[in-house]
């Protein structure tokens, strides 16, 4: 009897650290059943900045927005957003981190993404062909709930790419 409740005690265990060991497998989902890709493409952006030094020095304020399009050219909604500076750079060698706030209007609701990405030093926009990952934080219609990430990279030609990961 005490050899089968310490085997059942040893295989619950086995479980138990093979769950922590690997709690992706217990808690995150799989790429192909759990979740969705939509990728956008986002023309040359229009961009307004604010220099902050009067308040923070080195600190700054980005608004922008620019059209968005499915990968065939479709009109396919719009991307507003701000980002502000919360790391100032030291040198212009270095960059800094900068909290983006954005607003994807699509056809039938909207898409919310934030978070801090990294831009060089003096640049208003990001490094080019380096991805950019936030969290999808939310949506309303078609989108309502929408939870996931968002990676942005920008390309030469001042175009960006964004792909969603969405939880079904």
Known sequence: MKTKILAAIASALTLFTIG??????????????????????????????????????????????????????????????????????????????????????????????KGNSFYPANEEQLTFNESAVIAVIGGTGKYLGARGEVATTRKADGTYRHVFTLLK
């Open 20 to 113: 922590l060991s690997n709690p992706a497998s217990a808690t995150q989902p799989t790429a192909k059943k759990d979740t969705y890709k939509l990728v956008l493409f986002q023309a040359p952006p229009t961009i307004k900045t604010w220099d902050l030094n009067a308040t923070v020095p080195g600190a700054s304020e980005t608004i922008f927005g620019a059209k968005l399009s499915t990968n065939k050219g479709k009109a396919f909604g719009y991307l507003t957003g701000s980002i502000v500076s919360t790391e100032i750079a030291q040198t212009e060698a270095t960059g800094e981190v900068r909290h983006r706030n954005l607003t994807y209007t699509l056809p039938g609701g909207q898409i919310l993404a």
